[in-house]
């Protein structure tokens, strides 16, 4: 049994297998290429009874192999990059054999080449922004001033305590506008992200930005010059700036 | 070679510009949810016959059970 398929890193130019010689693929399997007419497939041999269809549905649920193989794409992902412009493929995705590999590169050949021209020289960079905790939660004046009855009081607390809250919240997605607006301005393509859950984040505010920027290499230092600039006008924004990782945002086909 | 780059007479090498970039982990490591965001979610799709790929799997359900078992982790961390 024990049927084998192609699992596919990435795709990149004129790289053959060997230069890979440092880096592993999934369970330590040799890395090799598949080329056509310029394009170079990054794959491995992987055992279907795991990466096969139903293989997959199963192994997804479990986050320790989801993590395994994530990091070892990743890895993958970042070996390929040393050598030139990276189109890294979604995570799992699987072809019976080479001849399979060698369909997608002739059938994605133009889209592909587009990508990796448009994220050559470049990586990606994330930057994130955090709301400030609610303001409403913050401990407020107690001691009521004159006896005007504490119910009409009460309410009108509670009505500026959600007007300062909403204008919080307002603020802060108009700064996550505004520093989403200035990085664009350092980088060849941008892309806002879903924001994450709170519970994964570690963060008590709530994630307004989830910016991916893709950077020429050498307009980074105008790129970082901006971070520490915005960092700087909006010290609760809390910007988060991490990478730089290949271009994975930004390898998307335009689907002909 | 340059690649047609406007003129960078300090030709600051990306090594020089990493240092300050890096802010709680090493260079270019990448958080797991950050990751998983990219290779869910972004990535090339390269769809056909003979592929296998997560095109077919429910995307939302994988992002899902993967956000709740990350939870899970986390809270039985000391």
């Known amino acids: 049994m024990a049927e084998r398929g192609r699992y596919l890193y990435a795709v990149t130019r004129g790289l053959t297998g060997d230069q890979l010689a440092g880096a592993q693929g999934l369970a330590d399997a040799p890395l090799t290429t598949v080329e056509h007419d310029g394009l170079s497939a990054v794959v491995s041999d992987v055992d279907l009874e795991e990466y096969g269809e139903e293989g997959?549905?199963?192994?997804?649920?479990?986050?320790?192999?989801?993590?395994?193989?994530?990091?070892?794409?990743?890895?993958?992902?970042?070996?390929?990059?040393?050598?030139?412009?990276?189109a890294p493929l979604r995570l799992a995705t699987i072809c019976l054999g080479d001849e399979g590999v060698r369909q997608r590169l002739v059938e994605w050949h133009?889209?592909?080449?587009?990508?990796?021209?448009?994220?050559?020289?470049?990586?990606?960079?994330?930057?994130?922004?955090?709301?400030?905790?609610?303001?409403?939660?913050?401990?407020?004046?107690?001691?009521?001033?004159?006896?005007?009855?504490?119910?009409?009081?009460?309410?009108?607390?509670?009505?500026?305590?959600t007007l300062s809250r909403a204008q919080g919240e307002e603020a802060a997605l108009q700064v996550a506008e505004q520093v989403h607006a200035r990085l664009s301005g350092h980088a060849a393509a941008s892309r806002r992200l879903a924001p994450q859950d709170p519970r994964l984040t570690g963060h008590t505010g709530t994630m307004t930005l989830n910016s991916a920027f893709l950077v020429d290499e050498d307009r980074e230092p105008a790129f970082l010059d901006e971070v520490q600039g915005l960092r700087a006008e909006h010290p609760d924004a809390g910007l988060e700036l991490a990478g730089p990782w290949p271009p994975y945002s930004f390898a998307v086909l335009d689907q002909a | 070679m340059s690649t047609g780059s406007p003129e960078n007479p300090g030709s600051t090498g990306s090594t020089e510009v990493q240092p300050r970039a890096v802010e709680d982990r090493p260079l270019g490591q990448i958080a797991l949810v950050d990751l998983l965001d990219r290779l869910l979610g972004t990535g090339v799709v390269l769809a056909?016959?003979?592929?296998?790929?997560?095109?077919?799997?429910?995307?939302?359900?994988?992002?899902?059970?993967?956000?709740?078992?990350?939870v899970r982790e986390e809270m039985k961390k000391p």
Do not use: C
Not at chain 1, 57 to 85: I, Q, S, T, Y
């Open chain 1, 56 to 86: 997959l549905r199963r192994n997804l649920e479990r986050l320790e192999w989801l993590e395994e193989v994530a990091r070892r794409h990743d890895e993958v992902v970042h070996a390929v990059a040393e050598h030139g412009p990276v």
């Open chain 1, 110 to 161: 133009d889209a592909l080449a587009e990508v990796l021209d448009r994220v050559d020289g470049r990586r990606e960079w994330s930057v994130k922004a955090f709301a400030a905790r609610a303001p409403g939660t913050r401990s407020e004046p107690t001691a009521e001033v004159g006896a005007t009855g504490g119910g009409a009081a009460y309410l009108r607390r509670k009505k500026e305590q």
């Open chain 2, 48 to 70: 056909g016959d003979v592929v296998i790929s997560l095109a077919g799997v429910d995307l939302v359900q994988v992002r899902l059970h993967a956000l709740i078992a990350t």
